[in-house]
């Protein structure tokens, strides 16, 4: 396993480092050309507000995450985390969430207090790290966001995702940054995601897309109901979603 302390990570800024991100891509998620981030937006988002950061293990990127500013109705500014990876050999190993609190503290230096990104209600790793490591809530599901991708890693289902919110300045949020426990409200409903998923997703599609359809249909109902993911569990045999009310920011 590869030791973190051995890492360094640094805002990328050169044409080369760019490069180096299009080809992690293929690396990591075997996508098609065609459906990569090209060099060229990597220029733009370093040119327009964006947070480009690599992890290096010596000369070699092992990891880059992008991020690029969005704006909603209303005039509120956000950042979007619109993509991280990490070499496999270099997973496990805490330097996601390293990369994310770096990410934290650029938005904090520049007075943005929310952070999203999307990611696949199936994959329970995710979940858990977003949720509980880092302090994210969820209140939106949506499907299909992506179309079908090449990528192994998406197994042929439709890119259904959840937009996981980080309000990066609340005491849920900041709890988590700091490795302390915080205080979750009322669970009122649970959602629960089969712990050998990915072996279904291989040997059984059809069940992998029942499972997600039905996943689907009760966070939708959930979150027009005004609930939010506030917790996530796991155990051998499933990852559960804890939905509750979300108030504070």
């Known amino acids: 396993m590869a030791k973190l302390d051995k890492i360094e990570i640094r805002p990328l800024s050169a044409i080369g480092e760019f490069a180096e991100a299009v080809r992690l891509q293929r690396e990591i998620w075997g996508f098609d050309d065609i459906e990569l981030l090209p060099q060229r937006l990597f220029v ?21 995450c992008l991020c690029i500013p969005g704006l909603k109705s209303g005039g ?32 904090l230096a520049n007075g943005v207090d929310l952070i999203e990104w999307t990611f696949d ?29 090449s990528s192994r890693l998406h197994g042929g289902l439709p890119t259904d995702r959840l937009v996981a919110e980080w309000w990066i300045r609340s005491p849920r949020a900041e709890a988590a940054a700091h490795q302390q426990p915080f205080t979750r409200p009322a669970v009122a409903a649970q959602l629960s995601v089969p712990a050998d998923i990915a072996e279904i997703r291989a040997r059984d599609p059809r069940r992998a897309l029942e499972i997600q359809a039905s996943i689907g249909e009760q966070f939708n109902r959930q979150f027009r109901a005004g609930a939010a993911v ?8 499933e990852g559960t979603y804890l939905l509750g009310s979300w108030e504070s920011k």
């Open 76 to 107: 509120k500014s956000y950042l979007h985390s619109h993509m991280l990876g990490v070499l496999p050999a270099y997973r496990n190993t805490g330097l996601g969430r390293r990369m994310k609190l770096e990410q934290r503290k650029y938005a």
């Open 230 to 237: 506030i917790g996530f569990q796991r155990s051998e045999a």
């Open 121 to 149: 209600p199936l994959e329970i790793k995710n979940a858990f790290f977003n949720i509980e490591r880092l302090g994210a809530i969820v209140r939106r599901y949506v499907y299909n966001q992506y179309g079908t991708t």
């Open 44 to 64: 733009v988002a370093s040119k327009i507000g964006g947070q480009l950061l690599g992890a290096f293990d010596g000369a070699e990127m092992i990891a880059f």
